[in-house]
């Protein structure tokens, strides 16, 4: 069995505020050059009476704490790490570099508008290449993660209808779907109607047709992710999106998986009035987790009055162009965090996004597609792919077979904490739902085929060892730091807080 990984030594780490001693310290401050201040003249009695209880360390424990805690990682820039749907796409350096020149990190969001004219005419030159990539009328870049841009997207298409008179409420959401979306609808005071995906995985129109009939008036959406979270391209999304536009609905495009159509398919053209981009899953942004990333939201241009506010706008022409922050959006709904959107990411998608171009960007995705097509390929015998036939940028396999050949129920799970012995990182399990023993891989663009054999020989090897000795991987891993953890109780009993000892 192919395997690269071995053990090394990793530390113990406490947390930083039990490592230190009182008065020891890491800074070195110039003498105070301008009049000292009493807090209490300042601040009244907002000022703090006990100094916080901040963890006193010198230099060199805060230099090993942190690159200590960075070991523990499994990170994209460590191995393969084919995890599908959340996608670990590699973030190239080039990125890092354009985010930290100094002219655009140290700028700070109150800025006057005449001292930051760069950083407003990169938000909209980002805003239209986005614009242009999936076939959209205006973009914008408020939201801060996906499941942030499908909220904004869903409330600019709640805001639509109000201005209409109308207020439908049914948004229809696909079983495949990704959790996040029916999680937007009830954000958003929306009913999601899930229905069944077809025998072949995709969405069949005679069931988005039946519903559309059965909530006639009141369906406000259809929410489609494309590629689904199966790895499949839904073929008759034009169909669809006719189905629920004559329905007197719209249609809400989950553009997480856009990166298996870039510069093949706009979802513009498909029928779709709103979107939200992945900035991590397609951009190469790092991955917010719901927090500090980014997912940008793509509209049609009768949901314009709907954005987020402020909007960057350009004002003259020719030489005189200059650009400013309209706040007068009367229709606007509202602001979706502080300033204008997480201003690194903007920049870390510009400069791909720049560099690649549309050749490069085709090329990543065909490469993306070819794969997840050559794992599909050379893993179907040993694996059952969940929907036979060619996937896109990935592909998801069911162990429905393998745990009735074993006797087990776990086949999925052990296969995946094996794989971490041998320094891979487990594919998404478990997910979609629809999908029995679901293990879904992405492996992205990047990555060489050397290093798909070797995922591909390790497999192979994992699922020998389950039928000659199953309590092997069923107590795995054994070369991680930790054992295999009771996933359960971390679920419903996490430790969250930590008092200090007194
Ligand atoms: C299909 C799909 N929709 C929505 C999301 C949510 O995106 P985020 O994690 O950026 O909030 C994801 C996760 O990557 C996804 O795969």
Redesign the pocket.
Known sequence: MSSHASQGIEFDEPLIFERGAPGRTGLSLPPLDVPAVEPADVFGALARRTPARLPEVSEPEVVRHYTRLSQKNFGIDTAFYPLG???MKYNPRVNEWAARLPGFSRLHPYTPEDHMQGALELMLRLERQLAEICGMDGVSLHPA??????LTGLMMLRAFFRSQGRSPRKVLIPDS??G??PASCALNGLDAVAFPSGPDGVVEPETVARLCEKHTGDVAAIML?NPN?LGLFETHILQLSKIVHDAGGLVYG?G??LNALLGRARPGDLGIDVM?F?L??TFTTP????GP?S?PVGFKRFLEPFRPSPVVKEVGEGGTITYTLDHDRPQTVGRLRSFYGNWGMMLRAFAYITEMGHDGLRAAAEAAVLNANYLRARLGDTLQVAYPGVCMHEVVFTDRDLCKELGSKTVTMDLAKRLLDHGFHAPTVYFPLVVPGALMVEPTETETRQTLDDFVETVKGVVKELREDPARAHGAPFNTRLRRLDEARAARKPVLRWTPKE
């Not at 993660?145 to 499908?150: I, L, P, V």
């Not at 991955?287 to 719901?290: F, S």
């Open positions: 749907s959340c996608t993660a996906g499941a942030q841009g499908e779907a990704h996040t979306n992710t979270t989950d997480a998986n939200q992945n991590h899953k991955h917010g987790g719901g990333g997912g």
